[in-house]
């Protein structure tokens, strides 16, 4: 890949900045006609990249104790949400956006605290932080690719269940549901994993060295992602029945972490790659931390992955574009029967046509005209049909 020049006014705060000077002339600027942003929230919702043509969105959620930039950064600085992944879309356009939510189980630092939320509590904020983002960009519609490494997986699918669960006053949460293509899980433990594993990866992963007890009471994520856990047994068992709707492809890690001389296998493949019909499975050479942290476009797992986004790219506007008009079929019909059932029983009712209507300012052309039963038929409703739904006009 070509290296850019990046000018002064850089960020070099982070590990390998000197080689990221190369990658990047400012916080925010036009890379092929997108617009780059280096400057990433540690929460909620951040557009790393954005493309006026873009119609999808990819959305990278990262995973236990991990941060929007740096589970996704390299050791040698590459950021490749950035620095790799649009580059590697052979001319396709799409949105990059990283979620950050505290995962954290311990915190050595005084201006942080470890998480005491539920899983259930982080995937309200999620649905609620994206959904409001996309709103707000215009790209509520826009289908969703996940990129989900490690908890962020079962945060991702517990989200998904939420967002298909809401209520018809919150119907906008729905969109994320109804928005989702495909799914890339890099290492996520769907059948959980032994503590001991997460415990001796947590404490390679600190800065300071974690008090024994902190392992024996366990954070309420931490129990989340246990073998045997209950709630993560329920969020599986529920994924079961709408996940067929999705693309996914679960990936495994290959390579054992050495942890001061201890090796092991954080996430198994067991874990990782429940088998599913029609899944798709396959194995990294990389470690559990090096499945989400590209050096290079060489880099194991970088290459089948920015392949299955460039397929799914192409692929998911228009199926997506036709859920949307199922969805909103699917709320009109309920905006029917609730006016059938609540006002028709009340009214008289005929036919009418838009060319009938005496106020004009009606952009569909069938609607139905009703009055109240026994009353003077001077005034009349005209409640139209449109696109989101049924609309009232006072005609008279």
């Known amino acids: ?25 400012s916080s925010s600027h036009l890379i092929n006609h997108g617009i780059e942003n280096r400057t990433i929230s540690r929460y909620e919702t951040t557009a790393v990249y954005t493309h006026p043509n873009a119609e999808v969105d990819i959305v990278l959620v990262h995973g236990l104790n991990g941060s929007p930039e740096k589970t996704w950064t390299a050791s040698n600085g590459i950021f490749w949400p950035l620095d790799l992944l649009p580059g590697s879309l052979k001319g396709l356009q799409a949105n990059v956006l990283v979620y950050g ?35 707000g960009e215009g790209t509520f519609k826009n289908p969703i690719v996940w990129v989900c490494h490690s908890l962020g997986g079962i945060l991702v699918k517990r989200a998904l269940l939420y967002s298909n669960d809401v209520l018809h006053h919150h119907q906008i949460y729905r969109s ?14 769907h059948a959980g994993a032994d503590v001991a594993s997460w415990g001796l990866m947590l404490q390679a992963m600190s800065d300071v060295v974690i008090p024994r007890r902190f ?15 209950e709630t993560l047994a329920n969020i599986n068992n529920h994924f ?5 709707r999705f693309r996914i492809h679960m990936v495994h890690e290959n390579h054992k972490t ?37 050096a290079s476009p060489s880099a194991p797992g970088f290459r089948a992955l920015s392949t299955d986004i460039r397929e799914w790219i192409i692929e998911a506007p228009a199926v997506i574009h036709g859920r949307w008009k199922a969805e909103e079929e699917d709320a009109n019909r309920r905006m029917r029967n609730e006016i059938q059932e609540h006002i028709f029983p009340l009214v008289t009712e005929t036919d009418v046509h838009r060319e009938d209507v005496p106020t004009a300012a009606m952009p569909r052309y069938q609607g139905r005209l009703i009055a109240p039963r026994g009353k003077d038929t001077a005034r009349w409703w005209v409640f139209l049909q449109e696109a989101d739904g049924v609309h009232g006009f006072n005609a008279d």
């Open 215 to 229: 392992f024996e009471s366990e954070s309420v994520l931490l129990r989340t992602l246990k073998k045997d856990s």
């Open 240 to 244: 079961l029945d709408i996940y067929q």
């Open 258 to 294: 050495d942890i001061k001389g201890t090796k092991i296998i954080v996430v198994d493949a067991d874990s990782a790659s429940p088998q599913l019909p029609g899944v798709t499975y396959y194995g990294v050479e990389a470690t559990h931390s090096q499945l989400c942290k590209f």
């Open 101 to 135: 939510y505290n995962a954290d189980v311990y915190s050595g630092r005084i201006d942080r605290s470890a998480s005491d939320n539920f899983i259930h509590q982080h995937a309200q904020t999620l649905v609620t932080s994206l959904t409001l983002f996309r709103r």
């Open 1 to 25: 890949m070509r290296r850019r020049d990046r000018g002064p006014g850089s960020d070099h705060s982070r590990p390998g900045s000197a080689h990221c000077a190369q990658v990047s002339s």
């Open 176 to 189: 994320l549901y109804v928005s989702t293509f495909g799914l890339i899980f890099l290492g996520t433990p």
